[in-house]
């Protein structure tokens, strides 16, 4: 039997984790986008942290729809790729 204790722990280590992460990852996608882009670094991190807040406010089903048409925006252009060089 795993004690209450254990996932109290385990639920404020994966909260802990994400207030550390989230404002690193968007930061990290303001400077990529922005070296296409000459709009301020703030928009950019404003935008995907509505499109985060969005898609957990969305529940499981929209998680969901977001991961998967995530998944095929990035593995559509493996194909002609690979498909050239082999």
Do not use: H, Q
């Not at 998967?68 to 194909?79: S, T």
């Amino acid at each position: 039997m795993v004690e209450p204790a254990f996932g109290l722990s385990i639920g404020w280590t994966y909260t802990i984790n994400w207030l550390l992460v989230l404002p690193t990852e968007l930061s990290a996608a303001a400077v990529l986008v922005s070296f296409w882009s000459a709009v301020n670094p703030a928009g950019w991190i404003a935008i995907c942290y509505v499109t985060v807040v969005l898609v957990n406010l969305g529940g499981p089903r929209v998680y969901g729809e977001v991961e998967y048409w995530a998944a095929v925006i990035k593995v559509r252009p493996l194909r002609p790729l690979l498909s050239t060089t082999s």
